[in-house]
């Protein structure tokens, strides 16, 4: 029979899965830093097509556009942009319900974007999604603890009781009273629901969790609570986090690192100080100028950068640098050639002509 | 408020939880419609009547439907006269009699089963067909969709009359060559009979009418597929079938029982409408689209009670299905409630 004792201690139980169905890889990068996660040339193009009987493609929106990121293990990495940027395309694609239109997600040294079926399926329990709207996430002809388990049942994983028991550990870590556990999703609160997601996703025990924008739909009230038990399961159960937000102050606070996306690129990705204190980015720096900061003198003198117009189509981005038509500083080049994503200072990335 | 001294603890055991499922939620908002609570049991009961319609006849509560009381021809309702088949020298005719002297409440009783059975042959046909053909076109999606789509075009522009009418044709020569049918077809050949010929017909009518629930079936399975719970099933590593069985299929279920309900009358009213034409039951299969459309070809000035049982039984069916209809949407269609 299978070891399910270990079901109740997240972290062993994780090894005992990963020793039997995956035998880890470790990617280390030129610092010796263990890889997760590494994506290269990421792009997501979803076709517009037009015609009646035969449908031709007449473009495509370029929702994510060439991303090169790493994600280390253990760390949160933020993934920040106003939204429309394609940071939910993002986490999607490299969790493969999106397939890639181009470019690599290499996750624990397999490469996602080949796997198929049952093989793919077998992957998806090494890396889970929290998602954004906790009314939408959650079936709602299913009971808590059915939602709960169906990760468990569809991975064939314990006996029903032993699922059971599981449910109700999950649903303790995650602050929910387990004699909750036959009720539906509509008699709960939207932190509540939150906590429910999350503790689906805790219960194959991944090691990648993507979190999109997990608190942006709960009442500020809220949020803190559901930011710490992230934390706090972070670091029990030993989880990588690609967190995706849609405003900076937020991520401060939670993020190793962070990658600042607009119009389906990386403009900036550092560690979430050195972006916050020191942005090098004219995109990051007006997002920056528009958080009001504590401290009333401070406050006096922060000078708002106001971007002038909309933000362009991601179906016809414009040529060159995709922030010319709203960068206050843009010189000629820009509305030639691409900025590529350098390495400023070490671990700071930055893709704009006059940050070398 | 203080606790009267003797007044029993509460214990966990004690405290029955009860559970709101979304099932039960939708039965309390039902119950909450009388005219749709009436309508249901009036449905019931009619299903009842219908299936023990041999049980009443064998008591001698009704007659047999197609039994000619000679000299009894237009007999007023509470008309009585001697009957010779009973003991019971005198039988009364409750709601008169037909041409040929047959007891028209007998007929109204025996026709509720053509009602019912071309009313739910005709829904579960077209509501089988439709439910798989509009979930595999919207759950696909893309290509197949486009296809599957196109064809269902296609069966919109079918002229449904004519094409009834040529298999009304060839399903009565078909009837009479039950020897080269297997066992299952002599079965259904049988099942035909009783039903005065509108069992297969009525098939093919469901299949001409999948079009409607097709269409929604597949509207329905394209806005769930896109609801995050069904992205997160995927995300957990569940299989297209759990998805569809578990995730959609639930979800959808609420409009279309709406549809199946609300489609019930109108296959009763094709069935009207064929006897209108000629191309209703075989006679003497009773059946209230017959009986009317009987009453009208004799004139209703001459004898007005023809119309009234079978009409009666009629409107106060389809009503009730129109009102059961409503009550289920109230109930089950999530877009008119809070979710
Ligand atoms: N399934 C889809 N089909 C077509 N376009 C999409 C789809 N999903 C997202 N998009 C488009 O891609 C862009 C990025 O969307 P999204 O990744 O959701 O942004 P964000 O999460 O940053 O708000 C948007 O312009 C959006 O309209
Ligand atoms: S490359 Fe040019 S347009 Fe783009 S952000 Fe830098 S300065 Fe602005
Ligand atoms: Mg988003």
């Known amino acids: ?356 | 408020m203080a606790a009267a001294p003797n007044a029993k603890p509460i214990t966990l055991s004690e405290e029955r939880e009860v559970v709101r499922t979304p099932l039960r939620d939708a039965w309390d908002q039902f119950k909450r419609n009388k005219l749709a609570v009436i309508s249901g049991i009036f449905i019931i009961l009619l299903i009842v009547v219908s299936l023990t319609a041999d049980v009443w006849r064998s008591l001698g509560t009704i007659d047999d439907p197609n039994f000619q009381h000679r000299g009894s021809s237009y007999a007023d309702p509470m008309t009585c006269t001697t009957d010779l088949r009973r003991m019971n020298p005198s039988w009364c005719f409750m709601a008169g009699t037909d041409g040929l002297g047959r007891d028209l409440f007998s007929r109204v009783v025996y026709g509720s089963r053509v009602s019912l059975a071309v009313g739910f042959v005709g829904t579960i046909t077209s509501m089988t067909f439709g439910v798989v053909y509009g979930v595999i076109a919207g759950f696909y999606g893309g290509r197949i969709d486009n296809l599957m789509m196109r064809f269902v075009d296609f069966m919109y522009a079918l002229p449904g009359l004519p094409l009834i009418i040529l298999f009304r044709t060839f399903f009565k020569e078909l009837e009479n060559y039950p020897e080269q049918a297997g066992d299952f077809g002599r079965w259904l050949i049988q099942v035909n009979r009783n039903m005065g010929g509108l069992l297969f017909i009525f098939i093919v009518i469901g299949l001409l009418s999948w079009i409607g629930v097709a269409r929604l079936a597949r509207g329905q399975v394209l806005s769930a597929k896109n609801k995050e719970y069904v992205e997160s099933a995927r995300a957990i590593g569940a299989r297209n079938r759990r998805i569809i069985f578990i995730h959609i299929l639930p979800n959808i279920m609420g409009p279309l029982i709406v549809v199946a309900a609300a489609s019930i009358p109108g296959f009763m009213f094709t069935e009207a409408a064929l006897s209108y034409l000629g191309l209703g039951v075989n006679p003497p299969t009773p059946s209230w689209g017959d009986m009317i459309n009987e009453a009208q070809v004799r004139g209703f000035a001459s004898a007005q009670h023809l119309v009234i049982a079978p009409g009666l039984a009629f409107s106060l069916t389809l009503l009730a299905f129109n009102y059961l209809g409503d009550g289920l949407r109230d109930a089950l269609d999530p877009s008119l409630r809070g979710s």
């Open chain 1, 1 to 356: 029979m299978f070891p399910l004792a270990g079901l109740m201690f997240g972290r062993e139980y994780r090894a005992v899965v990963e020793a039997a169905t995956n035998p880890q890889v470790q990617i280390r990068d030129a610092k010796g830093r263990d890889t997760i996660l590494q994506v290269r040339g990421l792009k997501k193009h979803f076709p517009i097509s037009a015609g009646f009987i035969i449908q031709r493609e007449v473009g495509a929106i370029k929702a994510v556009d060439g991303l090169d990121f790493d994600v280390f293990r253990g760390e949160t990495l933020g993934l920040v942009g106003e939204s429309g940027c394609g940071k939910s395309t993002t986490g999607r694609t490299i969790l493969q319900l999106y397939r890639p239109t181009a470019g690599t997600v290499n996750f624990e040294g397999t490469e996602l974007s080949h796997l198929r079926g049952e093989a793919l399926r077998k992957m998806r329990r090494h890396m889970q999604m929290i998602f954004q709207d906790p009314y939408a996430s959650l079936n709602p002809r299913m009971s808590v603890g059915r939602i709960i388990s169906e990760p468990l049942y569809v991975h064939n994983i314990g006996t029903p009781q032993e699922r059971m028991d599981r449910v109700q550990f999950l649903m303790e870590k995650v602050g929910l009273n387990p004699y909750f556990v036959n009720r539906y999703p509509h008699e709960f609160s939207g932190g509540q629901r939150q906590r429910i997601g999350i503790a689906r996703a805790l219960a194959l025990s991944p090691s990648l969790i993507v979190a999109d924008e997990p608190i942006s739909a709960l009442d500020v009230s809220i949020q803190a609570q559901v930011v710490n038990l992230l934390q706090d399961l972070q670091r029990e159960f030993n989880l990588t986090y690609l967190f995706i937000a849609h405003d900076l102050s937020m991520v401060r606070h939670i993020c190793d690192r962070v990658a600042v996306m607009y119009l389906g690129k990386i403009v900036e990705l550092g560690p979430s100080e050195e972006v916050y204190n020191n942005p090098r980015h004219p995109y990051t720096q007006a997002l920056l100028s528009a958080v009001p900061v504590p401290d009333p003198e401070v406050e006096k003198k922060r000078q708002r950068i106001i971007l002038r117009g909309d933000v362009p189509s991601p179906a016809n981005p414009p040529v060159g640098c995709n922030f010319n038509t709203r960068c206050p500083v843009a010189v000629e080049t820009c509305f030639r050639d691409e900025p590529e994503l350098k390495e400023i200072v070490p671990g700071h990335w930055v893709a704009c002509h006059l940050s070398n």
